[in-house]
């Protein structure tokens, strides 16, 4: 076997790629950039450059964040547990008996 067809060991990282093309246009790229996990100061650059091509303000961003905290709490409703005379926790999913 040579050295080159031996399996390298894959490094655990992940990877971001933002790219920013003219409407209709993929030749006209305007804005790229790659970043690994590690590299911060590329991953901080790509959320401003969103925020500037979207307008996206601080505003927007706790707005949505109420939205979406509000659909969670729809979506997971607490289930109202009710004792019986014994004082044990009967369960709201068990069919009754008649």
Request: hydrophobic share 30%; aromatic share 10%.
């Amino acid at each position: 076997m040579r050295k080159n067809e031996r399996e390298k060991p894959k490094k655990n990282f992940l990877t971001a790629k933002l790219t920013i093309f003219d409407w209709g246009w993929a030749e006209n790229v305007i804005y790229k950039i790659k970043a690994r996990q590690h590299e911060k100061s590329k991953g901080v650059m790509m959320l401003e450059k969103i925020k500037e091509v979207f307008g996206i303000n601080s505003f927007d961003v706790d707005e949505y964040n109420k939205e979406e905290l509000e659909l969670q709490e729809k979506i997971h409703e607490k289930v109202k547990w009710t004792r019986n005379e014994r004082g044990q926790i009967s369960s709201p999913f068990r069919k009754k008996k008649e």
